[in-house]
Nanobody, 124 residues
Framework: QVQLVESGGGSVQPAGSLRLSCAAS????????MGWFRQAPGKERELVAI???????YYVGPVKERFTISRDNAKNTVYLQMNSLKPENTAVYYC??????????????????WGQGTQVTVSS
């Protein structure tokens, strides 16, 4: 049984940092495309960052300057380090795993497994 369990969310002031973790079981993160998505109230789920099997990363828009996706193969865990957080980064953050090499990696419906989500709130 595949499980993705996120942790590390919380409330932080603007300019603060958080590190989200996604602990995987039932699959190996190096055998999947791993993505971090977020969904703000009233908005659609959107891609934040991707890490491909080989370790190549991709970020959407300006988060590249502030967010870093990484993984610990020994722990089978993927991370999202978020620095210089802004109120507009407030959302529920999800990690997801995509098994197939085919398909658009930016589309949420292409991912096979999802975590339960972790709330990130950036507010003064």
């Amino acid at each position: 049984q595949v499980q993705l369990v996120e942790s590390g969310g919380g409330s932080v002031q603007p300019a603060g940092s958080l590190r989200l973790s996604c602990a995987a079981s039932g699959l190996t993160t190096t055998s999947c495309t791993m993505g971090w998505f977020r969904q703000a109230p009233g908005k659609e789920r959107e891609l934040v960052a991707i890490m491909w099997r080989g370790g190549t990363t991709y970020y959407v828009g300006p988060v590249k300057e502030r967010f870093t996706i990484s993984r610990d193969n020994a722990k089978n865990t993927v991370y999202l380090q978020m620095n210089s957080l802004k109120p507009e980064n407030t959302a529920v953050y999800y990690c997801a795993a995509k098994l197939s090499r085919l398909g658009d990696n930016t589309r949420p419906d292409m991912y096979d497994y999802w975590g339960q989500g972790t709330q990130v709130t950036v507010s003064s």
